[in-house]
């Protein structure tokens, strides 16, 4: 039995496909327009619509938000698209529980936050421009789930 078979049960394929859609989305938002395509933010320029707080008022979420929920649109179309066109309209389910969801979305909400900025921000838009605070990020992100998931899969 080939390994990758447990590792990567439904294939290989999508995951190149993303990987490489996701690699030339950010490449070209940053090529031509300088823009850095992490999600965290785009999440806190989303909040400068409703929340008249100082940290969601700062010139660099208002004047941006346009452009970064288009941004996010695109990252829901594409679901939709790779959903309905792609996956033969086969939804994905979980069988984690909702509290533990919950609880994961807030630390790494808060660890985004913390970090000033997501794994994605890091990973992909960070290490692409070569920024050594992202190359510090990605390795503690990195370390951090190495040994939670150790932990946990101890237990």
Do not use: E, K
């Amino acid at each position: 039995m080939n390994p990758f078979d447990t590792l990567l049960p439904f294939g290989w394929s999508h995951y190149l496909l993303g990987g490489l859609a996701i690699g030339a989305g950010v490449a070209l938002l940053y090529l031509f327009n300088g823009w850095v395509g992490g999600m965290s933010t785009v999440f806190s320029s989303s909040w400068s619509f409703v929340s008249r707080r100082a940290f969601f008022q700062q010139a660099r979420l208002v004047d941006s938000r346009g452009w970064r929920l288009v941004y996010a649109a695109g990252v829901v179309v594409g679901a939709l698209v790779w959903r309905f066109a792609l996956n033969d309209g086969q939804a994905q389910s979980t069988s984690v529980p909702v509290w533990q969801l919950l609880l994961g979305g807030f630390l790494v909400g808060y660890g985004a936050r913390l970090g000033n900025g997501c794994t994605s921000g890091h990973g992909i838009c960070g290490l692409g421009a070569l920024q050594l605070p992202s190359l510090g990020a990605v390795l503690t992100f990195m370390a951090t789930a190495f040994l939670t998931a150790n932990l946990l899969g101890a237990l």
